[in-house]
């Protein structure tokens, strides 16, 4: 799904909230995701610089952008 705006991104986390109810996440506790959310942001320059979306996060973020973090959080270890 892309995300563009606030709707999309109200969208996706519906869905992510489905998925949680399913247990598809590897991160399944919230302390567990959380600090995984922490540690995915500390490191997502390097993603986002390997896959060619080297941008500033230092202020403002995108819709688009705070999804990604929530995706890796459910995995990154």
Not at 48 to 58: A, C, I, L, S, T
């Amino acid at each position: 799904m892309e995300i563009k705006n606030r709707d999309d991104f109200l969208i996706f986390l519906q869905n992510f909230i489905n998925e949680t109810d399913a247990g598809e996440f590897e991160n399944n506790t919230l302390s567990g995701f959380l600090e995984a959310m922490r540690y995915w942001i500390k490191d997502m320059d390097g993603y986002y610089k390997n896959v060619g979306k080297e941008e500033n996060f230092d202020e403002n973020i995108k819709w688009s952008v705070l999804a990604d973090i929530f995706e890796a959080a459910r995995i990154y270890e």
